[in-house]
């Protein structure tokens, strides 16, 4: 079972993993199995290119928008894919036991 993780799951390699984030201005991030035409696949003749955040945790950026295009785009590309959404930060502190609601 802790294979199922999201940290798991988040740093294999060869399935694509979406974490859709509901935060305002907070875009959607994405891991892909390497290839070479990662970047020009993803932006798929948009005006707006997709932004790579490096380092050991690397993933791709994307706005928001382009969620649904991404999700059915890598389906036929990839087979399947991994999804999350994450919850807001409010989300989270109205569902802690003894937080106030309004």
Not at 55 to 68: C, D, I
Not at 76 to 92: C, E, F, N, Q, T
Request: no cysteine; hydrophobic share 35%.
């Amino acid at each position: 079972m802790d294979q199922l993780t999201l940290s798991y799951v988040w740093k294999q390699k060869q399935i694509p993993v979406v974490l859709r984030r509901t935060g305002r201005g907070e875009r959607i991030r994405v891991r892909l199995p390497f290839a070479d035409d990662n970047r020009h696949w993803l932006q798929n003749g948009r005006r707006t290119a997709p932004e790579w955040i490096g380092g050991t945790e690397a993933y791709w950026e994307l706005p928001k928008s382009w969620f649904n295009d991404f999700v059915d785009r890598a389906l036929v590309r990839y087979g399947k894919i991994h999804h999350s959404a994450l919850p807001r930060a409010a989300d989270l502190r109205e569902s802690m036991p003894g937080s106030a609601r309004s």
